[in-house]
């Protein structure tokens, strides 16, 4: 390893790819476990580091970042940075990257298996099945809620919120949306979707799936009002990040078959779980697998390097979340 190059520390592994890809142009680290970074780590390998790649388990604060008094880039592996003061760095100077558009599908993909599975109840019948429990077959056995035909309403209308509405029209869903800011009418015609408030849309839909990122107004979007406008019917499906929703309140709601049930890819405190939803068998629970595809975290992985070789060879970096920290 030639130590005169810039360190670029890793915080979790990746793909075999993209270490080939960096590792002649960079001394490159990386946590050497298969497990978050602990704190004192991070805050030791960053004080050599000319990049860090942090990912969303690590709490990138102001201390972290003024014990990096080398660093000059976060390359994040990820799309979603609610883990890094971002604040922060600008004020230090360190532009910040991130992944955005390769993960898209994947989650898209993630969100929907969640719907079709709480809907339909496969979990529950896994679990029936390996309990050796399965009695055979039962007219009443299992019933679920329909998806073909129902109304789905997509809280946040970025990328990922777009990607469900091919999906839900593969089903022939009714599709209404809830957005801070409105699509045009031209783009609304022509997605075939219908605008609506954030409370018509929870009082209508059938399926509530959340696509919006967390930034301080997105925090407890969905608390117990929100869950109480729900029809009891209906579901609630959260791949984006945990504290949007009122864990607590969704126990509750859950528990109370105030709503029929809850697929869940992100939690408030990960990897912590609320101990109320363990037992309950209307929610999904799965653990942030949202782009957990080999091809995307491949490209994730490339994206990354795009923007460390672009920093590398003092390019313009394709990625930049807060160009305001370049002055
Ligand atoms: C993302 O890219 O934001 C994923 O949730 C992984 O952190």
């Not at 360190?7 to 680290?29: F, G, I, S």
């Not at 004020?91 to 991130?98: A, E, F, S, V």
């Not at 509405?165 to 957005?179: D, L």
Request: hydrophobic letters at 40%; aromatic letters at 4%.
């Amino acid at each position: 390893m030639n130590e005169s190059k810039p360190k670029v520390y890793l915080t979790r592994e990746v793909v075999p790819a993209v270490k080939t890809r960096l590792r002649p142009q960079c001394n490159l680290h990386i946590n050497p476990e298969d497990r978050t970074l602990p704190r004192e780590d991070l805050l030791r390998e960053i004080q050599d580091a000319v990049v860090l790649v942090p990912n969303s388990p690590d709490t990138i604060d102001a201390e972290v970042l003024e014990a990096g008094s080398k660093l000059k880039l976060l390359a994040n592996f990820g799309v979603g940075y609610n883990n890094i003061d971002v604040d922060a760095a600008t004020q230090l100077g360190i532009p910040l990257t991130n992944t955005p558009g390769v993960l898209t599908e994947t989650t898209a993909d993630i969100a929907w298996g969640l719907l079709t599975n709480v809907a339909r109840r496969i979990g529950e019948g896994d679990r029936m099945i390996r309990a050796d429990a399965w009695e055979g077959w039962g007219p009443l056995q299992l019933l679920g809620g329909d998806i073909t035909g129902a109304t789905i309403g997509l809280i946040g209308m970025g990328r990922i919120g777009k990607a469900m509405i091919p999906r839900a029209k593969g089903f022939s869903m009714k599709v209404i949306y809830f957005n801070r800011t409105r699509l045009d009418e031209a783009e609304e015609r022509a997605l075939g979707i219908e605008y609506a408030s954030k409370e018509q849309v929870l009082a209508k839909s059938d399926f509530v799936s959340l696509h919006v990122a967390l930034v301080p107004d997105t925090h407890y979007l969905i608390g117990e009002a929100e869950l109480n406008l729900m029809k009891s019917t209906a579901y609630l499906i959260n791949t984006t990040r945990g504290p949007v929703v009122d864990e607590k309140a969704l126990v509750t709601a859950l528990r109370e078959k105030r709503i029929a049930g809850a697929g869940l890819d992100v939690y408030e405190q990960e990897p912590t779980v609320d101990a109320g939803l363990l037992p309950l068998e209307n929610v999904v629970l799965a653990p942030h697998l949202g782009s957990a595809t080999i091809g995307t975290r491949t490209k994730m992985g490339m994206i990354v390097a795009d923007n460390i070789e672009a920093f590398l060879s003092g390019g313009p970096l394709p990625n930049i979340v807060n160009p305001a920290a370049l002055g």
